[in-house]
C-alpha cells in the first residue's frame, strides 16, 4: 500500500480548522499513567485546552487536586500551574472526552502480557470502545503508546465498529521517547516527532496539535525534526529504538563480562570506544543492566511480534540480550558471595547471618518507578540466600515496599549501612554516587561495597579503606 503522505519531510501544516471549532484543537490524553500525565501536564503547559481521562479515579483525584501520583522532577509545579490557569482538566468520563476534545491521544499502558512475551492491548482496546461511540463529530484519534506493529490498522477496525457512522473519525501513529526523570524536556523539546498519517486532515490536525512544540523550538532557535510515514513505520519506530538501546546497554555489560575475565576496566574501555562518533558515549554505562517498565517488556513483545508475522529469526539477538541483562542482575550474588567467603554451592551461597545494605530501590535514579528494577531482582536474591537487608531508596520506598514488603527499610542512608557487612550500590542517586565513604567507613561492620552501577570514585572510597567491587573492572 502506498501512503500520499509518507515523506522524509513534514509538509508545512495547512490551517485546519479543529472539529470543535476551537481556535486550537482541544486534546484528550486517555489514560494518566506516566506517559498520559507528563503529555497532559506538559501540553496544557504549552498553552493547549486539555482533558486527561482514566478510569482509575483515586488517580484522578489525585490528579484534580494538583498532586502527581508518581515522581517527575519539576511536574507538580507545571500540574498546579495550568489547573490553575484553567487549561487543564481531568475526568473518569469518557463521555465528557468525546465532548471536548479534537485529537485523543491513547496514552494507556501495554504490559507484558500473563500467558507470554507478546504485549496486553487490553488497555487500548477498552480507551477506544469506551470514547468512540460517544463521538458526534470528526476526531483524530493518536496512539501514543508503544505496541507491537499493526495495532494502528486494528483500531481503524475497532473505530468502524463502534463509532457513529459518517463521522470521519482517522487514525494517526505518533510514538513518544520520553525517560524517566527526564520527560519534561523530551516532552517540551522532543529530538524528533514521528506522523504515521494516511491523510492530508490527519496530517496537518497532528501538525496543528504539536503547533506550541515548533513555536518554542522557534523561540529557542531549535528545529524539531518531523518524519511522515506510514503506521507500520511509525510503530515499528519505538520499539527498534528501545531494542537499540538495550543492545547498546547488553553490550557493554557483555563487554564487562569479559573485562570481568581479563582484568581489565570496562569503564574506560566504554570512554575510548565512545569517543567514536559512530559509536557514541550515551548508553554505556556497564552495571546491573537496563529495567523499568519499558526497555525489558518492549524487546520480548517486539521478538512475539516478529515471530507472527514470520520474521523471528531476525530479532533472535534480543533473547541474546535479555540473557546477558539476566546475567547483569546475577554477577552482584556472586561477587557478594566472593567479598563475603560464603561459597556458591548449587543452591547459590548461604548468607545468613550477615547484614547486607542495599542502596537503591529503583530502576534509575529521579524516579520512583520500581517495575522490573534490577535492583529489587537483586534485593529479592540476596534475601532469598539468607541475608539479613536494609535498603533505602530517595524516592522508590513506598513502591519498593508494595513489591518486597518482607524487607526492612531504613530511614535514611546511614541508617541502611549502620553495622552493615556488605553495602551494595544498585541505583546510581547522587546521594550515594557524592556519600562521604570516610563517614560511611564509621558505621559499618566491614568496608566492602560493591558499585553495582560502576558509579562511585573509586580512588575516594579506596582511600577511606573500603575494598570497591565494581561490574567488569578490577577490584579496587
Ligand atoms: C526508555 C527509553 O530510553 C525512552 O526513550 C523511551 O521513551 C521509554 O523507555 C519508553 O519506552 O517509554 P526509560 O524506561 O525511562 O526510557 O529508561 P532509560 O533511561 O532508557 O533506562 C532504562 C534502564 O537502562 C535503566 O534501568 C537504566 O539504569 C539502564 N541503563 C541505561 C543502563 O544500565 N546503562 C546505561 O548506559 C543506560
Not at 35 to 45: K, Q, R, S, V
Not at 105 to 110: D, P
Not at 409 to 417: E, Q, R
Amino acid at each position: 500500500m502506498t501512503y500520499p503522505y509518507a515523506s522524509a519531510q513534514a509538509q508545512p501544516a495547512l490551517a485546519v480548522t479543529p472539529p470543535s471549532g476551537a481556535a486550537r484543537p482541544r486534546l484528550t490524553f486517555l489514560g494518566t499513567g506516566y506517559l498520559g500525565a507528563t503529555y497532559a501536564i506538559c501540553f496544557a503547559e504549552l498553552g493547549y485546552e486539555v482533558l486527561g481521562v482514566d478510569v482509575d479515579e483515586p488517580k484522578i483525584s489525585k490528579l484534580q487536586a494538583g498532586a502527581v501520583p508518581f515522581h517527575e522532577p519539576g511536574l507538580d509545579e507545571l500540574l498546579r500551574r495550568n489547573i490553575a490557569a484553567g487549561r487543564l482538566r481531568f475526568t473518569t468520563d469518557y463521555r465528557e472526552a468525546a465532548e471536548f476534545g479534537d485529537v485523543h491521544f491513547i496514552c494507556v499502558g501495554t504490559p507484558q502480557r500473563a500467558d507470554g512475551m507478546g504485549a496486553d492491548l487490553g488497555y487500548v482496546e477498552s480507551s477506544v470502545i469506551s470514547l468512540v461511540p460517544h463521538l458526534t463529530r470528526k476526531a483524530l484519534i493518536v496512539g501514543k503508546s508503544t505496541v507491537p506493529v499493526g495495532t494502528a490498522e486494528w483500531i481503524e477496525q475497532l473505530v468502524s465498529k463502534h463509532a457513529p457512522a459518517d463521522l470521519g473519525i482517522e487514525v494517526a501513529w505518533s510514538p513518544e521517547f520520553l525517560q524517566e526523570g527526564h520527560a519534561l524536556e523530551d516532552v517540551l523539546r522532543p529530538n524528533r516527532l514521528i506522523l504515521g498519517v494516511k491523510s492530508q486532515w490527519a496530517h496537518d490536525m497532528l501538525m496543528t496539535a504539536h503547533k506550541g512544540v515548533f513555536d518554542l523550538a522557534h523561540n529557542e532557535d531549535r528545529e524539531v525534526p518531523v518524519v511522515v510515514t506510514d503506521f507500520a513505520t511509525a510503530e515499528l519506530v519505538k520499539v527498534a529504538a528501545n531494542a537499540f538501546l538495550a543492545t547498546k546497554i547488553s553490550f557493554i555489560n557483555a563487554m564487562a563480562e569479559v573485562c570481568d575475565a581479563a582484568g581489565a576496566d570496562v569503564t574506560q574501555l566504554a570512554k575510548s570506544i565512545g569517543y567514536d562518533a559512530r559509536i557514541g558515549n550515551k548508553f554505556l554505562r556497564a552495571g546491573i543492566g537496563f529495567g523499568g517498565g519499558c526497555l525489558p517488556k518492549d524487546i520480548r513483545a517486539f521478538q512475539a511480534r516478529a515471530q507472527e508475522l514470520g520474521a523471528g529469526e531476525a530479532l533472535r539477538f534480543l533473547h541474546e540480550v535479555d540473557l546477558i541483562n539476566q546475567r547483569s542482575r546475577g554477577r552482584v550474588v556472586q561477587i557478594a558471595s566472593e567479598l563475603l567467603a560464603r561459597p556458591y554451592g548449587p543452591a547459590g551461597p548461604d548468607f545468613s547471618g550477615l547484614h547486607i545494605a542495599v542502596l537503591g530501590a529503583t530502576f534509575k535514579p529521579n524516579s520512583d518507578d520500581v517495575r522490573d528494577s534490577p535492583a529489587l531482582a537483586i534485593t529479592r536474591s540476596l534475601a532469598r540466600h539468607g541475608a539479613q537487608i536494609s535498603i533505602f531508596d530517595p524516592q522508590g520506598m513506598e513502591n519498593a515496599k508494595r513489591e518486597l514488603p518482607d524487607m526492612t527499610y531504613a530511614p535514611s542512608l546511614n541508617d541502611a549501612v549502620t553495622g552493615a557487612d556488605l553495602v551494595c550500590v544498585l541505583t546510581e542517586w547522587e546521594e550515594f554516587r557524592y556519600a562521604d565513604p570516610n563517614a560511611l567507613g564509621d558505621l559499618v561492620a566491614a568496608k566492602l561495597v560493591i558499585d553495582g552501577r560502576n558509579c562511585l570514585d573509586q580512588a575516594l572510597w579506596t582511600a577511606a579503606g573500603w575494598t570497591v567491587r565494581g561490574l567488569g573492572r578490577p577490584s579496587a
